[in-house]
């Protein structure tokens, strides 16, 4: 499956995004989804992930009640609603998919990923 991602900016703190990542290639459906970021001198690490059916969501505690993760198998893409934006939150944001069943917080168990987009906050 091939991922690419979009929606990336810059924003104030506050702010909203909407990423977006579109794949192509094998049944969207078979994947788990996620999202994950790294920021500069830091490790790639978990933001979001979603079930293959779209029932089951993960958020890592950093953005809990912040973001939102959700996927439209009709147009076999998944996206990360980003609401009231952190500096902290400024980081390279990539997608990634897992024919697994479960959804997995380590990046190492996804077989698959997009290109990343950029998010800038500004304090």
């Known amino acids: 499956v091939q991922l690419q991602a979009s929606g990336g900016g810059l924003v104030q703190a506050g702010g909203s995004l909407r990423l977006s990542c579109a794949a192509s290639g094998r049944t969207f459906s078979s994947y788990v989804m996620g999202w994950f970021r790294q920021a500069p001198g830091k490790e790639r690490e978990f933001v979001a992930g979603?079930?293959?059916?779209?029932?089951?969501?993960y958020n890592a505690d950093s953005v809990q009640g912040r973001f939102t993760i959700s996927r439209d198998t009709a147009k076999n893409t998944v996206y990360l609603q980003m609401n009231n934006l952190k500096p902290e939150d400024t980081a390279v944001y990539a997608c990634?998919?897992?024919?697994?069943?479960?959804?997995?917080?380590?990046?190492?168990?996804?077989?698959?990923w997009g290109q990343g987009t950029q998010v800038t906050v500004s304090s």
């Open positions: 979603i079930s293959r059916s779209g029932g089951i969501t």
């Open positions: 990634a998919a897992d024919d697994s069943w479960r959804v997995s917080t380590t990046p190492v168990n996804y077989d698959y």
